[in-house]
C-alpha cells in the first residue's frame, strides 16, 4: 500500500473517530458493544498499517518535525 494511500486511510479513520466522538458525547450515552467493536476495528487497522509502512517510524518523524529538517 503506497505511503498515499496509508495517510489518507489515516485521515479518514481520524475524522470517523471525531465524528464517533461527537455523537457521543450529543447522545449523552454510549453502546458498548459498539465502542468496543469499533475499537478493535481501530486496532486491527493500526496493526495492518504498521505491517504495510515503509516510511519512517514514528519515532524519526516526530523527531524531524522538532528539528524542522523539512
Not at 486511510?9 to 461527537?22: A, G, M, N, P, V
Not at 450515552?29 to 487497522?45: F, G, P, R, S
Request: no cysteine; glycine share 2%; net charge positive.
Amino acid at each position: 500500500m503506497p505511503q498515499t494511500n496509508i495517510k489518507e486511510h489515516l485521515d479518514r479513520i481520524s475524522r470517523e473517530l471525531t465524528q464517533l466522538k461527537k455523537l457521543l458525547i450529543y447522545e449523552g450515552t454510549i453502546d458498548k458493544q459498539k465502542v468496543e467493536a469499533i475499537w478493535k476495528n481501530l486496532l486491527n487497522t493500526s496493526k495492518q498499517i504498521s505491517k504495510e509502512w515503509k516510511g519512517p517510524s514514528a519515532v524519526e518523524e516526530i523527531r524531524e518535525q522538532r528539528e524542522k529538517k523539512w
